[in-house]
């Protein structure tokens, strides 16, 4: 049993294009987190949120407690957002991740 | 301001042989955490620190597993003694507490033949 689901597993797109990921999860959570994983590259933080909408750049994370569900949004998508992102989630002092969806942004 | 560091970033060995990565993180937090990464999926923690105190070791196999973080800033993880099943990527992450955005370092890839 996976306590955080991610889809899709895989998405390819053209460049320009808008991109949402989606989180869901079954756990009661203090927080939710995105990162991204280039490959043979380390994990950066992208967002960490609790409630709400969140805006960096071209990259915008909302998330809906009751739903226990957050999306992950990319306009304008390039080539160099090619990478995995990850939905993690924090019930307290643990962390449960998904496993991550692969994007894939042609040009 | 540097991120969190990891050695070595590649290590091949064989099994039944001993391994150590090592991390230091970033300068103030004192959350320190070991992630293992297996292909395609997403990371696992295997501990959790706070300060030199490990809050959560649930996930560790401490038959082969230990780790250590004295005096509360870097950290060593070693597996003694290493088998096929373990070549994966081991993360070190760090955050001001459990509370904060945390800040992975770029992972020791571990193979074992």
């Known amino acids: 049993k996976n306590e955080v689901e991610q889809s899709p597993q895989n998405l390819t797109a053209q460049e320009g294009e808008f991109i949402t990921i989606n989180c869901s999860y079954s756990?009661?959570?203090?927080?939710l987190h995105w990162l991204q994983q280039h490959p043979g590259g380390g994990i950066v933080s992208l967002f960490m949120?609790?409630?709400g909408k969140k805006k960096h750049g071209r990259l915008i994370a909302t998330i809906n407690i009751q739903e226990k569900h957050s999306s992950l949004h990319i306009t304008a998508s390039h080539p160099r957002d090619s990478a995995v992102y990850i939905c993690?989630?924090?019930?307290?002092?643990?962390?449960?991740f998904g496993t991550g969806t692969s994007l894939t942004v042609i040009p | 301001e540097a991120g969190v560091v990891q050695s070595p970033r590649y290590k091949i060995i064989e099994k039944k042989q001993p391994v150590a990565f090592w991390c230091n993180p970033i300068s103030g937090h004192n959350t320190l955490y070991w992630y293992r990464q297996n292909l395609g999926q997403g990371p696992e923690l295997l501990i959790r620190?706070?300060?030199?105190?490990?809050?959560?070791d649930s996930q560790l196999p401490k038959d082969r597993f230990s780790a250590e973080r004295l005096k509360g800033v870097d950290s060593t993880l070693k597996i003694q003694p290493a088998e096929l099943g373990d070549s994966a990527v081991y993360l070190c992450a760090s955050s001001m507490d459990h509370n904060y955005e945390q800040y992975f370092g770029p992972g020791t890839r571990l193979t074992v033949t």
């Open positions: 949120l609790s409630s």
């Open positions: 620190y706070e300060n030199e105190e490990a809050v959560d």
């Open positions: 756990v009661g959570i203090s927080a």
């Open positions: 993690a989630v924090s019930p307290g002092n643990q962390f449960y």
